[in-house]
């Protein structure tokens, strides 16, 4: 057991489950916990916000380090809460899908209110989890150099005590509490996405990549970009729909574990016999933004196997992550090492994929979970104990030991990519011309 003045507990409340970490002044990992939502009947991208509470308090409870001195909690978004609790619309729902995120977030705004009235005022979700803690009930964290909300509350800088908990739900009173910040951003602070350079892929049920740049090179608006927690040091990238979603579903199709899955796909060559996977399972967003795309499955043969399919599921997703670096290379980012972290980063054969595919080294740290550890740095710096993002410089902050796998650049890739990103072409020019509808000049 630890003592209690040496530790902070963060949490990312995630798509899927909430997830809480524990660390100490030197950024060591004490203990960590996952709890997973029941299943939902509401439709896509409507959430009943008190499952998010729930799991933020069971896995809060499950940590086995003592009494916190802060709790932080970061989250998954752009999201947007009823302060009511009554509903929650979060970034896969359809209202402003492919807009910048406050845009997005006034279209579920826009739709909070068709549905319970004009009345409603919005938080986020973050805000909102810990304003049920015993947190202030009206404010409105902020990042440094992010945009302000409308209606969304007073605006306080991320790493900023707004009240302690109050007793409810398991959790001694008397614990100060911060709101943070979306999961990538969290996720950037605690991989060290702060020098030009360096880049990072959140994982999850999503993905993505975020380089970081010099600010003063960003001479234009990028479709999605966001600060980094050292000043001057911008992050240029986009995430992506459904890179872990899509492996979880095919788990869910075969009725394999998904452990089983890539142990059949690491016995599968490299190019997955020429079966290529366009991972567009819910749309895409980096770099197409369309999200009317759909997954597609190609050069599937009468003797293609499960295996095979998984290793095309996995180098479909490194290719989505290759198509967004191109994009990147375009605007003159250069990329040299990647931080993988989120369930996917547990997979050894997909971070190799992924570094051969990108011919970039991929860093995978011991504790892959960097939204929550990336939220701790939040409690921590209410302490004092690190400075708050926007405050520091690179280095200031701890984050957990790396893991680096070298890549193993192949032809079959280079030419894979040149495919993948020909075939996601041709698949949004159908969006634009059915076949079978015939065009009539004006």
Known sequence: MTDASEFVVGIDVGSSAARAVAIDREGTVLDSAV?????????????????????????????????????????????????????????????GQGLAP?????????????????????????????????????????????????????????????????????????????????????????????????AFDP??????????VDGAEVTHASRY???????????????????????????????????????????????????????FLEGERAPR?????????????????????TRAVLEGTAYGLGHICRDLARQGVTIDRLVCSGGPSRSRLWNEIKAAVLNIPVEVPE??????????????????WWPRPGEGTSGDWPRPAMTTITPQPLDVYRSGLDRFIALGDQAEQRLLDPPGQTKVDS
């Not at 009494?67 to 979060?90: L, S, Y």
């Not at 933004?289 to 997954?295: E, G, I, S, V």
């Open 35 to 95: 709890a997973a939502y029941a299943r939902s009947d509401l439709p896509l991208g409507n959430v009943d916000p008190t499952t998010w509470l729930q799991g933020t308090c069971q896995a809060i409870t499950a940590l086995d380090a003592g009494t916190p001195r802060a709790i932080c909690v970061g989250g998954h978004g752009p999201t947007t809460v009823a302060a009511t609790g009554e509903r929650a619309i979060t970034f896969r729902h359809p209202a």
């Open 102 to 198: 406050p845009d997005q977030h006034a279209a579920q705004l826009a739709a909070l209110r068709r549905e319970l009235g004009s009345q409603i005022q919005p938080r986020q979700m973050w805000d909102w989890v810990v304003a049920q803690l015993g947190g202030s009930d009206a404010i409105q964290s902020n990042w440094p150099g992010a945009p302000v909300l409308a209606e969304f509350g007073e605006v306080i800088p991320v790493g900023s005590v707004v009240g302690s908990t109050d007793g409810s739900h398991g959790i001694p009173a008397g614990i100060p509490l911060v709101p943070g910040s979306n999961d990538a951003y969290l996720t950037a602070w605690g991989s060290g996405i702060d020098v030009p350079g360096v």
């Open 203 to 212: 994982g999850g049920r999503t993905g993505g990549i975020g380089a970081a």
């Open 225 to 279: 970009g966001m600060p980094s927690a050292v000043p001057g040091v911008f992050i240029l990238g986009g995430p992506v729909a459904a890179h872990g979603t899509l492996l979880n579903w095919w788990a869910e199709i075969t009725g394999k574990e998904v452990t089983e899955l890539l142990e059949l796909a690491a016995k599968v060559a490299p190019g997955a016999e020429g079966v290529m996977v366009l991972p």
């Open 289 to 309: 933004w369309n999200p009317d795309l759909r997954a597609e499955f190609l050069g599937l043969h009468s003797t293609t196997t499960v295996g095979v399919i």
């Open 367 to 384: 504790y892959p979970e960097m939204a929550s550890y990336g939220a701790a740095l939040g409690a921590g710096a209410a302490l004092e």
